[in-house]
């Protein structure tokens, strides 16, 4: 049976180590500010931005929270994330996605300063990312949150180890892959079109899922002993437990994971609470940089 790798006490780790560099920040007069922009009322969403601005005062953050009504306009947020672009206080700017669908997402995101843009979802942090300055980038939470599990298990080298990324999206796949490679993994991405998926994520040391389709990869895919990171929180319809009830699941099916995996995030309580604990870490590094100092941690 594999190791279940236990994403809430890393992700409380990360929290405890941000908020003692932030205490520290504190001495040169520095509090980092976190703004989140929430646009509507979708419950999950709701209970994500609760959880970021919380955290976030927890680390000791100034945190600002604008919840602005489903038919807000998109001049409207751009105006928003630009007064936040330059208020001195706000080191980093998230909006949570996902927007209603009169919004532009992606001009929001490239209306975002690259400097606090937390989320690492601008082209500029896109493009160093890809090109490798990992060191300079606002890396995103979910793949960044990822790859520090993976680094808890294999180290920061993974030279000589397969990695297969199964999605290929902007927010997850993309940069996974990126991060992955960083790190001197061979990378394969695969998705919708690839050809004997199964056969693929057999050859994987790291295997991650990032497909949004529940329990999709199965346990014989799994190469024995291999790293599963599941990135999938999907709510499925759980009859057993009572009329209308439901319960998360990720993009593998778990049971028969477990028995082929070396070691396997759970969801819930894998990479979920890495999100949010690498979003306070990512906020803390832009205010490192803001001032002028040097964030050596992680
Ligand atoms: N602007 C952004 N929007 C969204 C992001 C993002 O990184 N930036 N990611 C997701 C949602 N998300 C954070 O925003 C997020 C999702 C899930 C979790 C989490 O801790 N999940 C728990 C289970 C929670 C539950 O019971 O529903 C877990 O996996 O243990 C944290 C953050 C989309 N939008
Ligand atoms: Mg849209």
Not at 66 to 72: G, K, R
Not at 188 to 216: F, K, Y
Not at 232 to 241: F, S, V
Not at 250 to 257: H, I, L, Q, T, Y
Request: aromatic content about 2%.
């Amino acid at each position: 049976m594999a190791e279940i790798i236990d994403g809430k006490i890393v992700a409380a780790e990360v929290v405890e180590g941000v908020k003692k560099s932030a205490a520290a920040l504190a001495a040169h007069g520095v509090k980092p500010g976190l703004a989140v922009v929430i646009v509507g009322e979708d419950p999950a969403s709701q209970v994500y931005v609760a959880n970021k601005s919380r955290t976030a005062k927890e680390c000791g953050f100034l945190s600002v929270q604008h919840t602005l009504a489903a038919d807000t306009s998109e001049a409207d947020v751009v105006a928003l994330v630009e007064a936040l672009n330059v208020d001195p206080s706000i080191h980093g700017i998230l909006v949570q996605l996902p927007l209603p669908g009169h919004i532009d997402a992606g001009k929001i995101i490239q209306t975002i300063a690259p400097d606090k843009d937390v989320d690492g979802f601008h082209f500029i942090n896109v493009g160093k990312l890809a090109t490798g300055e990992v060191d300079t980038a606002l890396v995103p939470c979910t793949p960044f949150g990822s790859m520090l599990l993976i680094e808890r298990k294999h180290g920061k080298d993974l030279s000589g180890l397969s990695a297969v990324v199964v999605g290929r999206s902007n927010i997850v796949g993309k940069p996974m892959a990126h991060l992955l490679l960083a790190a001197n993994a061979t990378v394969t991405i695969a998705h919708s079109r690839t050809r004997d998926l199964p056969a693929l994520c057999r050859t994987a040391d790291i295997l991650v899922a990032a497909v949004g389709r529940p329990e999709m990869v199965k346990g014989d895919w799994v190469k024995p002993g291999a790293t599963v990171i599941d990135v999938g929180i999907n709510r499925i319809p759980a009859p057993e437990k009572g009329e209308g009830k439901s319960r998360l699941v990720g993009d593998v099916e778990f049971a028969s994971a477990e028995k082929n995996a070396g070691a396997i995030t759970p969801v819930p309580g894998g990479v979920g609470p890495m999100t949010i604990a690498m979003l306070m870490a990512n906020t803390l590094v832009s205010a490192h940089r803001h001032a002028g100092l040097e964030y050596k941690g992680l």
